[in-house]
């Protein structure tokens, strides 16, 4: 802060980089009991897991890019 408390520097460090590890986790937890509905609802339930940690992320535009792989 300068003389007259104005910020000169700041660190923004928002929820989801600090939850990263975890929303990561319950993802890999919840793909295998969702894989096989329809794309839509899996897509759903994956912005559902990544909100309960972040609710704003829901305003960013299109923030989820599934990519589903089966073997």
């Known amino acids: 802060m300068?003389?007259?408390g104005r910020i000169l520097s700041a660190?923004?460090?928002p929820p989801t980089a600090q939850n990263q590890k975890s929303i990561?986790?319950?993802?890999?937890k919840l793909a295998p009991k969702i894989i096989k509905l329809p794309r839509s609802q899996t897509v759903w339930r994956?912005?559902?897991?990544?909100?309960n940690y972040?609710?704003?992320?829901?305003c960013a535009t299109h923030f989820l890019r599934l990519e589903v792989e089966q073997e």
């Open 46 to 51: 994956f912005e559902q897991a990544i909100r």
């Open 11 to 13: 660190k923004i460090v």
């Open 24 to 28: 990561e986790e319950d993802l890999r």
């Open 2 to 4: 300068d003389e007259h």
């Open 54 to 58: 972040d609710p704003c992320i829901s």
